[in-house]
């Protein structure tokens, strides 16, 4: 449609469906014959009001999708169509590494290869908007939700959320195998106090702006279709009722999109103490921006009243329906309702070979190779020595945690034992798991997330001695430890966060009888790993690693292709560091003002156990000196950062170089490290290659004491390593 005819729609829309296109509702309302019924009737949504209803979420079965839109359209006056929403995290059907693994790629084209392949799956079964990415910057990993974002850098999480909505969105999204991203949640839920699940947040404005912001924004310039506001209030004011958030987007930023409340995030306004009605609520959603309320129904009761009493004006009830009728038609639905949805086309790209290849492949570019003394790993495929594989993990079917649609996703292509016996059958390899996922020590966590564990005692010690017994009669022992993969996402933040205890009983008998041990640990968040990482020789974080997780890890394991991802969280010694982050403003306390009042604890390092950036390959990588092209930097020019890089190890790599900038005196203070930079390069055996980044003026703004957005004049120093933890620097001066 042209935006004449949508706007002509618009002018001819009655009230009745102008309030429909604002309130979605959820897929199990639907019935056989597609009309509401139900729990709804206790809604009392009338004939006219289900008719003109704009979205609904989580319908799964596109045969059912098009069955509802095909009765919609019939039925809605004007036949607008409707929009299928579902949370798609990290894949369909076929589903790839979680969110934050594939951020420790440090590589924005797999995010966006991923997110295209998720999109034509998607598509295909007829969805068209799906709740990703979640641009939320996370600094503690006691959040369950650290698994579906980037990590704790602003940098990072930016590019990382751009490429996810190019790669659902493609450049057209009326084209075949698109979908619109929704970034989500605006704003900071990421900072909610100890990681409590809907907890609260309060921070400055700098900090908001600088931190937490860049990565929506950067969503939003990328073209998100779609935005959501969060849970969580800001400074006491709740995101999805905030007129300041809602001027920094649509004002400041310009963003056209659609914004969707979060589930019940309008109504709960109310446990916020702000609201006491849906009159409320509504009013202070409407002015926040909030377009579509999300499957709760305050604006169908609120809306029709403060319209009449004044306090919402037709502009303000315009704009929003503009902007969900601007998307749909984005979407092309007024051409073709159905965007594409097709089951047969549906069931041909789930799982299909050439997305199950891409979940593979991604599996070693994503997971962390955390220790690896004495080059323990890659195993030799075909060395004489006898190998131990134990671990809860040997045979779980699911490697592909959290945020998995159970219906469609709910399948991992094989074991980690039926992927050894079969690449290996002639090998003389022993297996047993050792022990459950999860112990009685974990019965709260258990029953909170529907999740079985050990109850009998007596076979807990019997798989305890045949694993120990399979260790000590092993040359060496591969053990797959990890959190539940359950215990990651939505409702899965955790106050202790060390693999249970079950898990970690494993590990110091098997430890205590071999002393060759590699572990491969499955997590959603940075894990305490504790004894773990002091003892194993080698040590892989593969996060939950999708599909083709068992496939992937082996290949890992014997050599086939190399861990090539470092960390975007910091993994700390111990849960009472975080929140942790490597990023941190400096203090007059720190170690180089004196060696004895330094900032930190008496009982443990400052730093993490493993900190941002950090990672390790198959071979070895030298730096050379960092050279700048100019010795001053001028508004308008651009510097010119250049270092060498050397293969010095045994086998062609790829590293992941790393550009960090410090400014040590600003009028406000600021991080002692700020990643500005990264590029992952492959370098053939004994090769060199140089490494340019570029750094204008803009990329050293920050927020001053009046929250302007400036860079002011000065020495800059500019660091190029490994990972954050870089210590050669150079210096510039930026004048004006
Ligand atoms: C609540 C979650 O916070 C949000 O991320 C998700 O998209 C919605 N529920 C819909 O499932």
Redesign the pocket.
Known sequence: MTEQQLRALLADMSLAEKFGELQQMPGQYYTDDCIETGINAAFDFTEEEVACIGSA??VLDPARIIEIQKQHIARHPHGIPMLFML?IIHGYSTIYPIPLAQACSFEPDLVRALARATARESCAAGQHVT?SP?ADLSRDARWGRVMEGSGEDPYLNAKMAAAAVQGYQGDDLTAEGTISACV??FAAYGAVEGGREYGYVDMSERMLRQYYLPAYKAACDAGSGML?TA?NAIAGVPASGSRELNAILRDEWGYEGAVIS??GSISQMYSHGVIQNPLESTKRAMDGGVDIE?CIHHYRRGLPQLLESGEITTEQLDRAVWRVLNLKNRLGLFEDPYHFASPEKAAKLQNCEDFLQLARESVPRCSVLLKNDGKLLPLSPDADETVAFIGPFLNESDLLGGWVNQKVGRITAATLQETLQARFPARDFTYTAGCALLGAEDAMMAEKKHAAFETDADRRCAMLEEAVAAAKAADKVVLFLGEHPQCGG?LAARADIRLPKIQRDLFRAVAAVNDTVVTVVFDHRPVELGDIAETSKALLNVWFPGTMGAAGITDMLFGDAAPTGRTTMSFPHTVGQEPIYYNRLPTDHAPEFSPIYITGYVDCPLDPLYCFGEGLTYTDFAYGEVRLDKATLHAGETLTATVTVQNVGERDGEETVQLYIRDPFASVSQPVKELKGFKRVFIPKGENAEVTFPLTPDDLRFYNEDVDFVWEPGEIQVFIGHDSRVSQYKTFRLEE
Do not use: V
């Open positions: 979420l989580n949370d709740f979640m989500k949640h959501m849970f979060d589930y999300m939505e």
